[in-house]
């Protein structure tokens, strides 16, 4: 299935907030997917993983969750939200899924997907109850996930062996999703690191992040993205579709 994509604003909690839309040929609605940034923001390889949902029958967005500030203030008060479980990012994306909602080629039924910074904040919004489904990419779990996972929507999710960062991360996750009686997959991907799904074009990529992915080992790695978008994409269909 092919896509076309166009860029737009809305009014998120700061200001205007750029969106990249991408959405299938033909006629709708579709289901809906917000696509939420690793710690990069808004960059080549974001708009090509909305760009790739497209093609699968999805209305797929992706904010430019930066858009208020430059790069590493932007990041650094995402963390600090992330942490606290609340502020102005957590209105952004709240905006950004009514949007989607409200899209006359969105059929009611929304997913999240989400990397690395993203990814957390992806397992945070299967928690909430507006999503039918959520992607989480080597996304932080919380040390309570066994308690709080309760009552999630069906979560995806992967990760890469030799990310020391988050060597806990899938077990715990594992656990919570089974012992709530949760939907999953979870899968490691064995010579894998962090941030393997995400391709940035070297230029893109800042030279602090060079230095702090070393220890998790971050590259993109072709084998292990392709099967992961493969399972992301059957769980969607399952979950969002209806057509597992």
Not at 9 to 14: D, L, M, T
Not at 93 to 101: F, P, Q, S, T
Not at 213 to 235: H, P, Q
Request: proline share 4%; glycine share 12%.
């Amino acid at each position: 299935m092919s896509s076309h994509a166009s860029e737009l604003k809305i009014r998120g909690a700061r200001g205007e907030m750029s969106l990249h839309v991408a959405k299938p040929l033909g006629e709708g609605p579709w289901p809906g997917v917000l696509v939420i940034s690793d710690a990069l923001g808004m960059t080549t390889d974001l708009c090509n993983q909305a760009d790739w949902l497209a093609t699968e029958g999805y209305l797929a967005v992706a904010p430019d969750l930066y858009y208020w500030g430059g790069r590493l203030r932007c990041m650094f008060s995402a963390v600090r939200q992330f942490s606290a479980g609340e502020g102005e990012i957590f209105d952004d994306l709240a905006a950004v899924r009514d949007w989607l909602g409200d899209h006359e080629d969105c059929n009611g039924s929304i997913g999240v997907i989400g990397f690395c910074m993203g990814g957390g904040f992806a397992l945070v919004l299967a928690l909430s109850g507006g999503y039918q489904v959520s992607s989480v990419n080597y996304g932080a779990v919380p040390d309570d996930a066994l308690a709080s996972m309760a009552g999630a929507c069906p979560v995806v999710a992967s990760y890469g062996e030799l990310d020391r960062t988050l060597a806990e991360a899938p077990g715990r996750l594992r656990e919570a999703l089974e012992a709530n009686g949760i939907a999953h997959d979870v899968k490691v991907y064995p010579d894998t690191g962090h941030g393997f799904l995400n391709d940035h074009p070297s230029d893109e990529i800042p030279l602090w992040a060079l230095v702090t992915g070393k220890l998790a080992s971050t590259a993109y790695n072709e084998e292990s993205a392709s099967d992961a978008r493969r399972r992301i994409a059957a769980f969607f269909d399952t979950h969002l579709k209806g057509t597992g």
